[in-house]
């Protein structure tokens, strides 16, 4: 009898650990101060969480940024940008930071409207 009771709970907690939480979503908009307007968008499945940001200026100024963490003991998160000034320069990157106990890195590469690169590095102890 107590064995019976101990493989339904077990098996119970085997389908709960499996099953995954069902994906949220959200979406917004709201105009700017200056005529502009910013969209966001933001979703999570499970532990990975996933957002856009774009901004357009009342000047025809953009400004995109993606993004995609995955929490856990150590968070890890990737991020994209790119942006366009109203005189048609660009500018883009992608930076991947890790987030633990301990600390926090991250790298980045961007570039410039002249096609310049720079790449960054920065690491902060706790």
């Known amino acids: 009898m107590i064995l019976s009771w101990k493989r339904t709970f077990a098996s119970l907690g ?50 995109t940024s993606k993004s995609t963490c995955r929490d856990g003991v150590v968070d890890r998160c990737r991020r994209s940008y790119s942006a366009t000034g109203p005189d048609g320069r660009t500018y883009s990157g992608d930076t991947v930071t890790a987030r633990g106990p301990h600390g926090v890195r991250s790298i980045g590469v961007h570039t410039g409207p002249r096609g310049n690169v720079g790449v960054g590095f920065r690491r902060r102890w706790r």
């Open 14 to 63: 085997v389908a709960l650990l499996l099953g995954s939480p069902p994906a949220m979503s959200a979406e917004w908009t709201r105009d700017t101060r200056n005529g502009g307007h910013v969209t966001r968008n933001v979703t999570r499945d499970g532990n990975v969480y996933s957002g856009q940001t774009t901004r357009v200026g009342s000047n025809g100024a953009t400004y």
